[in-house]
């Protein structure tokens, strides 16, 4: 009982911390192409923030599902649930789509959002293209929370 608990909170942790690790390189790339354009234009701030903050939503995605086996866990308060060791391995398997779609778009969305950054710096007007671009990134983290939505979803605990 107490080892399919902690696969369970494993399988959160995995979602947390590898979406994070994807957003904070991420965010970090724009940031630093973003730095380097607004040290010649200060003005450009408002256009390059939403470039900036697009890679960070991939640390979003493992968040709200870290949250979901929490509260599928019973960890915030009320009956705690005492999942199987084949049931901890579902949660944990279940997290994984997130947890590494949020790794690699997070990353690859802040390069393409960094060559957005340059991009606005030339032609400020056409700032919507890169967003667009990096919109594209994000299809599969968004695929991925969607499916650990879906696969969480499908296991049931007894409490």
């Known amino acids: 009982m107490e080892l399919g608990l902690t696969l369970a909170i494993l ?22 192409a973003s730095s380097g354009v607004m040290s010649e234009d200060p003005e450009k701030f408002g256009s390059l923030l939403l470039l900036v903050a697009l890679p960070g ?3 979003i ?54 060559s957005g950054v340059y991009m606005v710096a030339k032609q400020p007007k056409d700032l919507m293209k890169p967003v667009i671009m ?6 599969y983290a968004v695929l991925g929370l969607l499916i650990t939505i879906l696969l969480l979803n499908g296991i049931a605990l007894k409490t």
């Open 57 to 59: 939503t991939q640390g």
């Open 134 to 139: 990096a919109a594209l990134v994000e299809t």
């Open 11 to 32: 399988g959160g942790a995995f979602a947390v911390i590898l979406g994070g690790i994807g957003s904070a390189i991420g965010v970090g790339l724009a940031g630093q």
């Open 61 to 114: 995605y493992g968040f709200l599902s870290a949250f979901l086996v929490i509260l599928k866990l019973g960890l915030t308060g009320g009956s705690l649930a005492s999942p199987t060791i084949f049931q901890g391995w579902q949660i944990l398997i279940a997290c994984l789509p997130v947890a590494f779609t949020g790794l690699v778009s997070g990353i690859h969305q802040g390069k393409v959002c960094a």
